[in-house]
């Protein structure tokens, strides 16, 4: 990621605000506010033990970032989270019965409730005009 990121930068790429949406421990907007220095960063990570992972490892970048505890989706509801080993993996879809996984990390390590939403509330810019969307293409 870094590496795109970084061309991103070189290419004149200079968001004022930037959402991570699954943000995990906030490692992909750490980078972002790096290299970026956004006015902005909306991480929305549902999981609770994320969410203080990201307010532990990064306690400096507060008046930047705002932390939404939800997850977004097509609808609003209350769902379960099926958790993972690594927690980056975690997902809404229930796990297969009797799937052999080679790697640990994606191994069942549990499920919680969280909240989906379709519509965020939070303090919004006065003005947002999407001009390009890029997504971030990960392979094994």
């Known amino acids: 990621h870094f590496l795109r990121l970084l061309r991103w930068r070189d290419e004149g790429f200079r968001?004022?605000?930037?959402?991570?949406?699954?943000?995990?421990?906030?490692?992909?907007?750490a980078m972002c506010q790096h290299?970026?220095?956004?006015q902005r960063i909306v991480l929305f990570e549902p999981q609770p033990l994320l969410q203080q992972e990201i307010a532990r490892r990064h306690p400096r970048v507060k008046e930047f970032w705002q932390i939404v505890p939800v997850a977004l989706g097509?609808?609003?509801?209350?769902?379960?989270?099926?958790?993972?080993q690594s927690r980056a993996a975690s997902s809404l879809l229930e796990p297969l019965?009797?799937?052999?996984?080679?790697?640990?990390?994606?191994?069942?390590?549990?499920?919680?409730?969280?909240q989906v939403t379709s519509t965020w509330y939070g303090r919004q810019p006065k003005?947002?005009?999407v001009t390009t969307v890029h997504s971030l293409e990960i392979r094994d």
């Open 15 to 29: 968001p004022a605000l930037i959402f991570d949406i699954g943000a995990n421990a906030g490692e992909w907007s």
């Open 35 to 38: 290299l970026f220095s956004p």
């Open 74 to 84: 097509d609808r609003d509801e209350s769902t379960t989270l099926y958790l993972t």
């Open 97 to 114: 019965a009797n799937l052999n996984l080679e790697r640990g990390s994606t191994q069942p390590a549990g499920q919680i409730e969280i």
């Open 127 to 129: 003005a947002v005009t």
